[in-house]
């Protein structure tokens, strides 16, 4: 894994933050009446459409991650957006996997919807990179990263999802040193694994060929992403 040097377009640290409502706490409640309160803290990252904060469980004094995506913004962006917000909920909710980033649960109250994530203190391997003194990883480190990384993706292609937005920057450390695939509001489930999907997203500099070229693609466009990371 090189630093080319090259300015990337994530999602959390290029694009302007949009007006935000989030209170101080933020309260969950269950179907049973029991309620889980959330304690804000610092801003981990933002983008056009969510911000990350740190937050706090009040009852455990747990650490996580909440992603908050603006009801505002999210509904003047018509209702593919809206969709595609439910999916990420969707496709987050039902993935276990230790180089996953797991979601304890994503609700919404009048302003925002919520998505509350396993905090991830190592940050990002876009930020691990950029303190290492060479510019580059060792060939151990890198390794280490892509074994992680790729243990992710199999799990992924087995449960039918393609991520679309594999990056340095979604490739989070966790607590217990793991390499861990983040951020799915690019994601899509295939029907049958010979499905093949017209959707051209992602960030530019990981896009494969087959999305440039507008053709329909599989699982080949994360294997592209993984190669070029």
Same mark, same amino acid.
């Given at each position: ?13 290029f694009?302007?933050? @949009?007006?935000?409502?989030? @209170? ?10 029991? $309620? ?21 469980l ?12 603006s009801?505002?913004? /999210? ?5 593919? /957006? ?8 969707? %496709?987050?909710?039902? #993935?276990n996997h230790?180089?996953i980033?797991h979601? !304890? ?10 998505i ?12 691990? #990179? ?12 890198? $390794?280490?990263?892509l074994?992680?990384?790729v $243990? ?9 999802? %393609? ?8 490739? *989070? ?7 861990k695939?983040?951020?799915f509001?690019?994601? /899509?489930?295939? !029907?049958?694994?010979? +499905? ?6 992602? /960030?530019?500099?990981? *896009?494969?060929?087959?999305? %440039? +070229? ?9 294997m592209?992403a993984?190669?070029?990371?």
């Open positions: 894994v090189k630093n080319k040097n090259i300015k990337h377009s994530s999602l959390f640290y694009m302007p933050l @949009p007006e935000f409502h989030v @209170p101080a706490t933020i309260v969950y409640k269950h179907d049973d009446g029991t $309620r889980d309160v959330f304690i804000k803290h610092e801003e981990l990252g933002h983008g056009g459409f969510a911000v990350v904060y740190r937050v706090t009040q009852s455990t004094n747990k650490t996580y991650a909440m992603k908050v995506i009801k505002k913004v /999210t509904n003047s962006k018509g209702k593919l /957006t809206l969709e595609k917000l439910k999916s990420e909920m969707r %496709i987050q909710k039902k #993935l230790p180089n980033v979601s !304890k649960v994503s609700f919404s109250d009048e302003f925002n919807y919520y509350i994530l396993e905090y991830c203190p190592g940050k990002s391997i876009r930020e691990y #990179l950029k303190k290492s003194g060479n510019g580059y990883l060792s060939e151990p480190e890198t $390794r280490k990263i074994r992680d990384v $243990r992710g993706l199999v799990y992924l292609h087995n449960s039918d999802i %393609i991520h679309h937005d594999l990056k340095l920057e979604n490739y *989070l450390i966790g607590s217990d040193g793991k390499v695939i983040a951020d509001g690019l994601s /899509t489930v295939l !029907k049958n694994e010979d +499905e093949k999907k017209f959707t051209i997203c992602g /960030t530019t500099n990981y *896009l494969s060929p087959e999305i %440039i +070229e507008k053709k329909g693609h599989g699982f080949e466009v994360d592209w993984v190669g070029v990371s």
